[in-house]
């Protein structure tokens, strides 16, 4: 595996990942999705489970296992840190999350570790697993907490489209509404909004292509000062085709992948966007190709994935928009 060599990049990407999501036995949604690619380029994870499940919830028949809760979390947030291995954390990435009281829990634990770090900066990555495709997975009530008490001390948020309509009231239909909503969660607090998978209306003019080929949008934005770009946010976009099919746990292996290649490249968000979009187009693709009509052979071929995490193919381009 070869990665950048300058002294930032290795610098950062040597650092610790704590990484709170949740975890199946079979299949990769959660940390399970997220561990894997993250230490492929080169961080070391910890690891939280907020639930231990026996698989993801899209399975015909049901799930069992267990949900830790708020006082657990604690719990062994107060273990870590009374050995000293709070120390040197980075990075902390959360996804699903079930509950009010461990949402309330990051809270408490991401004061903690930053007070453990007070001599370095801890990068806040928040994946907001609220829903899809217009249903929740959370109970509602959660999407409070995020806007008021959790966003604001994320540095980076990565939400889907569903989640970032939620999160900001804004309903993104297009590259416009898209930009407003992104500088609502910038006014938030997050420096880096990235809405993973948009599908936006296109000029009409265009309908007719489109319609040979309809494509998902990973959309970025990032906040700039007042003396740089004039004060206007840095905003991109990228494009790739859709690939049918239900796929659970993309969303999380994305996330991994943009604290990582957001790290590794210094905030280049273009060129880590190209990187995150090679690696999921060629894992997608690679799953739809070998899966059949159960829930499980949909499962994400991420260890098959192997080279294109480690050496994302560049497929398609990010556009300054």
Not at 22 to 37: D, L, T
Not at 84 to 89: A, D, K, S, T, V
Not at 111 to 121: E, I, L, P, Q, Y
Request: some cysteine.
């Amino acid at each position: 595996m070869s990665l950048p060599t300058n002294s930032s990049s290795a610098e950062n990407a040597s650092k610790r990942v704590l990484s709170i999501q949740s975890h199946v036995v079979h299949g990769y949604v959660g940390n399970k999705a997220a561990v894997f690619p993250l230490q492929l380029l080169g961080f070391d994870v910890d690891v939280i489970n907020s639930v231990h499940f026996s698989n993801h919830t899209g399975h015909p028949g049901g799930i069992k296992g267990d949900v830790l809760g708020g006082d657990q979390l604690k719990s062994i947030l107060d273990g870590l840190e009374q050995n000293g291995l709070l120390n040197n954390i980075g990075h902390v990435l959360t996804g699903y999350i079930g509950s009010a009281s461990f949402l309330r829990a990051i809270i408490n634990l991401l004061k903690t570790v930053r007070a453990n770090n007070a001599d370095s900066t801890v990068r806040y990555v928040c994946d907001p697993v609220l829903g899809d495709c217009g249903e929740f997975y959370v109970p509602p009530e959660l999407v409070t907490i995020y806007r008021e008490e959790l966003l604001p001390l994320a540095d980076v948020v990565t939400p889907n489209q569903f989640e970032v309509e939620q999160l900001t009231g804004i309903r993104v239909k297009n590259i416009s509404d898209a930009k407003k909503a992104c500088k609502a969660l910038h006014d938030i607090g997050p420096e880096l909004v990235i809405i993973t998978s948009t599908l936006l209306d296109e000029d009409p003019l265009e309908e007719s292509d489109k319609a040979k080929e309809q494509t998902i949008s990973i959309i970025a934005s990032r906040k700039c000062s007042d003396s740089e770009s004039h004060g206007s946010d840095e905003v991109w976009s990228i494009e790739s085709p859709i690939i049918p099919g239900q796929f659970t746990g993309t969303g999380d292996v994305c996330a991994a992948l943009l604290l990582g290649w957001t790290s590794i490249n210094n905030g280049n968000v273009p060129l880590s966007m190209e990187k995150v979009i090679g690696t999921m187009y060629s894992l997608i693709k690679r799953t739809a190709e070998t899966s059949g009509d159960s829930v499980a052979s949909r499962e994400l071929k991420l260890i098959q994935s192997k080279k294109d995490i480690e050496h994302p193919p560049t497929l398609f381009k990010a556009e300054r928009i």
